[in-house]
């Protein structure tokens, strides 16, 4: 798998979605969009919380893959940071309530899994490992 590490610093999501550009086969240009939004959603989420007052890293890795058959393209990304499972600790968003109204936090998680045909949380070798499925384009 391809993939590109860098300091844990907002300014790097121009780099990282380079590198994911660079990494899309050809032909599927149209999924890159969303591929771009999903990585600059859960590097902002890293960037932001994974390193508290200290410096880090993340590790953004892109893949084809076959799922049952099925292929898919595979964001990974994996930070050195706390265990935290966004999928399953980050806050449901109610997106019945007005813009006003509903709480802060939960909805990039809930964009992430909404385009996406499969999505993965590890924690292993002191690291938070993400991996995301994205369906091609037909």
């Not at 893949?63 to 292929?71: I, K, S, Y």
């Not at 265990?83 to 964009?111: K, N, Y």
Request: negative net charge; glycine residues 10%.
């Amino acid at each position: 798998m391809a993939t590109l590490s860098v300091p844990a610093s907002l300014e790097q999501l121009g780099a990282v979605n380079e590198f994911i550009a660079g990494q899309m086969p050809e032909g599927l240009a149209a999924l890159l969009p969303q591929v771009e939004l999903a990585a600059e959603e859960l590097l902002v989420n890293v960037f932001s919380y994974a390193y508290p007052g200290e410096p880090g890293k993340a590790e953004v890795g892109c893949r084809m893959v076959r799922l049952d058959g099925v292929p898919f393209f595979c964001l990974a990304v994996r930070d050195w940071g706390a265990p935290f499972d966004p999928f399953s600790e980050a806050p449901e968003p109610d997106t019945a309530l007005g813009v006003e109204d509903r709480p802060i936090g939960g909805l990039g998680v809930h964009l992430i899994k909404s385009m996406v045909g499969h999505y993965s949380y590890s924690y292993h070798d002191a690291s938070n490992c993400i991996e995301l499925y994205f369906a091609l384009p037909e």
